[in-house]
């Protein structure tokens, strides 16, 4: 839960072309645009000269340093890349005070709602596995992401990827969570506690997806439970991920690779049904096309033995008629 002053903190109002110059490295940042912002500070695309970059500036020295932290355990996660390279930390002194911050990979792509709208509800279902098996990397690290929602993704690619953009919520597993956003919350919603661990992440994956299909959100009711059943059953998007989606509701899941096997599986057999779908029409086709021929061969049967007939008539005649001439 942000603060609700935190807009109007310093670090939140950078201007474009301002620059950051750090205290202990010295390198220069300049200024282009705010990204976003949290309760544990702003991000910034800016230029430097390693490139462009996304800095993080944040006004709590400890909450920085657990990010970068996190950062640092995410690139010794071997064969996974989840959330974007660290690239350097320092302090921004400042007449004010002296404000931590870090500079990261910025990554290129779209966000959720952006990448979903041109697309098939399928692909709801393929970056949810996605989620999913770094999720379970990072639970595996002995992290949970806290701060699940769609603000801290992005599709990158193609091939299309979906990335973790700010781990200001990662709280270590068992402790309780730093940072989070009420309609992904399950404390919110009455579905459990605070608790760092598997299935809060997973209550908050399978919210995602519903914050696909419900981009404005909405907020909680008398009886959220029969309000969420409500809210699967009218959406063709959620329809087909119903059950998985009340198991991750209900708490279900103790870990990240069960809610993606059943995903896997159920991907797979719309696929199945998909593809026996698209072979009816062919099957179809392939017997009115056998029944056109027969048709033309009895034409073409027909035909000749009536062209027999009309000769062997002629013949006939003609045969007739000599024989008279001959008497």
Request: hydrophobic share 35%; net charge positive; glycine share 8%.
């Amino acid at each position: 839960m942000m603060p609700q002053d935190i807009s109007k903190s310093p670090v939140c109002n950078l201007a474009a072309g301002e620059e950051i110059r750090g205290k202990w490295n010295h390198l220069i940042y300049r200024i282009h645009r705010r990204l976003g912002y949290g309760a544990t500070g702003a991000v910034y695309l800016a230029d430097s000269i390693k490139g462009t970059v996304a800095l993080k500036i944040g006004h709590d020295q400890m909450s920085i340093t657990s990010e970068v932290n996190v950062l640092k355990r995410f690139s010794k996660v071997q064969g996974k890349v989840l959330g974007p390279s660290l690239i350097n930390v320092d302090d921004w002194q400042t007449r004010s005070g002296t404000y931590p911050f870090y500079a990261m990979e910025y990554l290129k792509g779209e966000t959720l709602f952006d990448f979903m709208r041109p697309k098939s509800s399928e692909w709801a279902g393929i970056l949810l596995v996605q989620l999913l098996t770094d999720l379970h990397t990072l639970h595996q690290a002995g992290w949970a992401f806290g701060d699940l929602k769609p603000d801290n993704l992005l599709v990158t690619g193609p091939p299309y990827r979906i990335r973790w953009i700010d781990v200001g919520g990662t709280t270590v597993m068992d402790r309780s969570i730093k940072e989070y956003t009420e309609f992904f919350d399950r404390g919110y919603w009455g579905k459990g506690s605070r608790k760092a661990e598997p299935s809060y992440d997973l209550f908050s994956a399978g919210m995602v997806m519903v914050n696909l299909a419900y981009p404005s959100r909405f907020t909680k009711k008398s009886d959220p439970d029969r309000q969420m059943q409500d809210v699967r059953k009218n959406s063709p998007m959620l329809r087909p991920y119903a059950d998985i989606l009340e198991k991750a509701w209900n708490g279900k899941y103790r870990y990240a690779e069960e809610m993606r096997n059943e995903l896997v599986l159920l991907l797979n057999e719309k696929d199945k049904r998909s593809v026996q779908q698209n072979k009816k029409p062919a099957v179809q086709k392939s017997a009115v096309q056998k029944q056109t021929r027969q048709s033309q061969k009895k034409k073409q049967k027909s035909f000749f033995v009536e062209t027999f007939l009309v000769f062997t008539f002629v013949f006939v005649v003609y045969l007739f008629y000599m024989l008279g001439q001959t008497m």
